[in-house]
């Protein structure tokens, strides 16, 4: 009889943490006031970012509460991925946590510190965890960020 291939492992945690992080938007979503969202975009550069584990690249960022967000990006190599971060101090210095599906990085899970350097920009250390084409691991994360309004 054939074994059946084993499902559970790293992507199970990774999904999970990016489910909880999706359901965790939600409410966050649902309880904010009626205000537009906070819209920022961004680039970066550094090895690796931490939201869609590439080394160079575009982010756009809505602000679904104080502290959550969905984002989108595009980069090399990971060309394109989705999630959502929580960050203690979106515009000053704090941990932020990151989950998120893509292309390059099928799912990722990153744990970074954010220092702010100068007016929008900011320097993120920390690491993280991927399943991705290439490579399925742990994964350093060290990038430059320069945000636009």
């Not at 074994?3 to 965790?24: F, S």
Request: hydrophobic share 40%; charged share 10%.
């Amino acid at each position: 009889m054939a074994a059946l291939p084993r499902t559970a492992g790293p992507l199970q945690y990774v999904c999970t943490l990016l489910t909880a992080a999706v359901i965790i938007g939600l409410v966050c979503r649902a309880t904010a006031e009626a205000e537009q969202p906070r819209r920022t975009s961004s680039v970066h550069a550094g090895f690796l970012y931490p939201a869609g584990v590439d080394v160079a690249g575009y982010t756009a960022e809505v602000g679904l509460s104080d502290h959550w967000y969905w984002y989108y990006t595009f980069g090399f190599p990971s060309l394109a991925a989705t999630g959502f971060s929580c960050y203690a101090d979106y515009d000053g210095n704090g941990p932020v946590a990151t989950a998120g599906v893509g292309i390059g990085s099928v799912a990722y899970a990153s744990v970074v510190y954010q220092l702010r350097v100068a007016d929008n920009q900011y320097l993120k250390l920390g690491g993280g965890y991927t399943t991705g084409v290439a490579y399925t691991g742990l994964y350093p994360a060290l990038s430059y960020e320069m945000r636009f309004r």
